[in-house]
């Protein structure tokens, strides 16, 4: 999933709807007034997506309740967005609905989402529009530094004295596994055949860390694409800042 934890309250989750399309490219609002045919009614989260034309708008209801969801708040919910003229209304609840509030939504264009179900529908979209360009802007310089050819990084370091070459030989070897993952995961590369990280990595390389990867705790343990995302940009950040220190600037 992109987040991995269920939401702390009504208001985290309303806001966690709104990052999530915003992230995903969508001008959004929290807790939005709209006029309807039959008067004012408040949006918890009311979005935009004005790459499309004509504009697409959604409007969602961000339900943190104990139980299911009945039926009689999907046919209320079915009349704002059919009253509006919403492209589409999603309906996010933190336990789920009752059977009766599948038929009430059915033959229309309101969505009965779970957490994980609204975080699916995004997923790639949220991958194409946050996660690769948010690696690519943070991590493309820590590939210059760990490549194996770049010959003006080269250069400035034949520049160095023996003790910062060095160093920079050994950051090389801490950081390439890094900078590589995330190269994977931000090349532009058709949908179709690109591979999503099966999370936590920690699956994949054994309970201990193997001996052939530096890769950061916090990046083999990560759950949620999220977390995964903001541990390796944490530890790139990490790692320009040593590379800096030893060529003085941005080499």
């Known amino acids: 999933m992109i987040n991995r934890a269920m939401p702390n309250d009504w208001r985290d989750l309303q806001n966690q709807v709104g990052l999530i399309l915003q992230e995903c490219g969508l001008n959004c609002e929290i807790e939005k007034e709209i006029q309807t045919v039959r008067g004012a009614v408040n949006i918890d989260v009311y979005a935009e997506d004005t790459t499309n034309q004509p504009t697409t708008i959604y409007l969602c209801e961000c339900k943190y309740w104990q139980s299911a969801i009945p039926k009689t708040v999907i046919h209320a919910f079915r009349t704002v967005v059919s009253d509006f003229g919403a492209n589409w209304g999603f309906i996010i609840s933190s336990a789920g ?20 179900e609204f975080q ?66 931000y090349l532009p590369i058709p949908l179709n055949m690109r591979s999503y990280p099966d999370l936590p990595l920690r699956k994949t390389t054994g309970t201990e860390k193997s001996n052939r990867t530096n890769l950061p705790d916090e990046v083999l343990d990560a759950e949620c694409l999220r977390d995964f995302v903001d541990a390796i940009c944490k530890h790139a950040n990490e790692g320009l800042a040593s590379f800096d220190e030893v060529f003085g600037c941005r080499a």
Do not use: C
């Open 97 to 116: 609905f009752q059977s009766g509030a599948f038929d009430a939504a059915a033959n229309s264009n309101v969505r009965l989402l779970t957490w994980s």
């Open 120 to 185: 699916d529908l995004f997923e790639n979209r949220w991958i194409e529009q946050y996660m690769m360009p948010h690696l690519q802007h943070v991590v493309e310089p820590l590939v210059d530094y760990t490549e194996p050819i770049n010959s003006r990084v080269f250069r400035k370091a034949d520049e160095l004295d023996e003790q910062r070459q060095n160093r920079f030989s050994y950051l090389r070897g801490q950081y390439a596994d890094l900078a590589f993952l995330a190269l994977h995961h």
